[in-house]
């Protein structure tokens, strides 16, 4: 559908009328005392128009604020069972709707989406089981590993205090004091840290999760959605340019090759690691920061997701949306993962002060293939979808009860508490896998990954953080340190 099509009028009979539905006699001027004189109170239109704009924005996302999003399908192309009994995923051929909103992290509502910053990958299946998010990035992997230094993190990734605007200092002074952002960082400033487009990138789930089967057995599992349009990037140049003259690239693209019918999909893949392995695995598999390379678990083709319709009214549908790590359903759980435990309380505490405590019900929002049916009531707009229904349980009026089954399988803990770092396995260390991606680079890869990270660094400054964050590189790879530390130096002179 083209979008002159959407542009409809709200009704196609009656005359223009107040929120309240009252005729409106004239909406060109206002009402006076006398003709050229001071406005009347009594003009509740003029009031109710006025009111009513100033309360036009909620709260945007405090990270991932600009974004796009397109409703689509997803389609089991193999059969999963014997990992898990999530009902979405029961069957060949079964299909499943979903939303999915792309982003990118650091930039505000109206920032331009060809910028060098991960790009969000949030999917929600509306499953018969009840909703299902995997809220994820276009990149395998996270710049930190515990959630406890996110909010620091993005500061640095966000307007200084004082300067109101991003610094180079403050980004390169957080990355240089945390190592396990090396990888990240290296994944950033490479080749694909600027996609051509939302249709020209992978998305991932990143974390690891868990999946149960009908027998109680656990697997971990990573997510992934290789693009079936190509991976397409941008240059620095090019996108500098195309931010400048179409800063709503990224939006426009999916809008328009949705329209035209040209749907964009991905090949959904799963690693999955039997639970066993985990403890004994060379790389701790819960550390946000590493892969599992393929040739340890190789990808395993699950399924297909195509887009194919817009929404029709962005706020309602793509500012309102929400998504969350702990929407869960049957046979999906979370994993250890420091940095999972700490988004699944993030996400629905953002969604409750930005969105209001009724967001889970809006219509984007709301299960699509089942309904909701808690004992939660009331709060601000809520709509009475309960209508008489007695509002707690156990109750003798045949309201709806619990399953008695967990949705995923308890797993076994040890030691004490304490705020310890997430256990180190064999081969761990910060800056490995940083390294082993430097290494898999052509040479020209590693010419533009090392002019673009050198034309950031460069803007630091004092030396000292400039200097600290090269030695990461330097750790990750000796060629890959010395050569951006002579990038830096020509062009810092
Ligand atoms: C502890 C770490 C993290 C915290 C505390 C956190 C917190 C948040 C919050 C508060 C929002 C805004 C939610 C809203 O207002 O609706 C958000 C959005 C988002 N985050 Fe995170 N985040 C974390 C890490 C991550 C990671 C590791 C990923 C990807 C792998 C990620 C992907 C996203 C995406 C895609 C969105 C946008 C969702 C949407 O489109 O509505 N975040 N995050």
Redesign the pocket.
């Known amino acids: 559908m083209t979008q002159e099509a959407h542009v409809s009028v709200q009704s196609s009979t009656g005359p223009l009328t107040t929120e309240a539905g009252a005729p409106v006699a004239d909406n060109q001027n206002s009402e006076t005392a006398g003709i050229g004189g001071p406005g009347l109170i009594q003009d509740q239109l003029l009031m109710e128009k006025l009111a009513h704009f100033n309360r036009e924005r909620i709260p945007e ?4 604020a600009r ?1 796009a ?1 397109a409703y689509g399908t997803f389609t089991v192309t193999a059969d999963v069972t014997r990992y898990t009994r999530a009902k979405f995923l029961s069957e060949v051929g079964k299909q499943t709707e979903t939303f999915l ?3 990118t ?1 650091a930039g505000n509502l109206g920032s331009a989406d060809a910028v060098r910053d ?1 790009r ?3 999917l929600k299946f509306y499953t018969e089981e009840g909703n299902y998010d995997l ?3 276009n ?1 395998p992997v ?1 710049f ?1 590993k515990d ?1 406890i230094k ?2 620091d993190f993005i500061h640095t990734q966000k307007r200084d205090p004082y300067t109101g605007s991003q610094e180079a200092d403050n980004v390169w002074d957080f990355w240089g004091l945390s190592p396990e952002s090396t990888h990240q960082v290296t994944w950033l400033f490479g080749d694909r840290g600027i996609p051509a487009s939302y249709r020209h990138m992978d998305g ?4 690891t999760y868990q999946w149960n089967n009908e027998a109680g057995e656990v697997f971990w599992v990573k997510y992934h959605f290789k693009t079936d349009q190509g991976i397409k990037c941008l240059t620095q140049p090019e996108a500098d340019k195309l931010a400048g003259e179409d800063p709503d690239s990224h939006q426009r693209d999916l809008r328009e090759s949705i329209e035209r019918g040209e749907f964009p999909s991905w090949t959904v893949q799963v690693q999955i690691m039997p639970a066993a392995d985990a403890a004994t695995y060379r790389f701790n598999p819960f550390d ?1 920061t590493k892969v599992w390379p393929h040739a340890d678990y190789p990808p395993i083709e699950i399924g297909k997701l195509e887009l194919n319709r817009n929404p029709e009214n962005v706020f309602a549908e793509v500012e309102q ?3 969350s790590p702990h929407h869960f359903v049957p046979g999906i759980g979370p994993s250890p993962d420091k ?1 999972l435990q ?2 699944l309380f ?2 629905g ?3 409750r002060y ?2 209001g405590i009724n967001a889970d019900h809006l219509p984007v929002n709301r299960p699509h293939a089942t309904e909701a049916r808690s004992h939660g009531r009331d709060g601000a707009l809520y709509d009475g979808r309960h209508g008489g229904a007695k509002n707690y349980e156990p109750n003798s009026f045949g309201g709806p009860v619990e399953t008695g089954r967990a949705m995923w399988q308890p797993i076994a803990v040890s030691g004490t508490t304490g705020e310890s770092e997430a256990p180190s396995h064999a081969e761990d260390n910060d800056y490995v896998q940083a390294g082993n991606l430097y290494r898999l680079m052509t040479e020209e890869e590693k010419e533009r990954l090392v002019g673009n990270l050198a034309g950031f660094i460069s803007k630091v400054s004092r030396d000292d953080i400039a200097q600290r964050a090269i030695e990461n590189f330097r750790k990750a790879d000796p060629d890959y340190g010395k050569r951006l530390e002579a990038a830096v130096q020509a062009l810092r002179g």
């Open positions: 996302r405090v990270v991932h974004g999003g909103r792309f982003s992290v991960p969000g990958f949030a809220v994820g990035n990149t996270f930190i959630a996110f909010p991932f789930g990143s974390h946000l949306s929400i998504f940095m700490g988004r993030a996400y505490d953002a969604h930005r969105v």
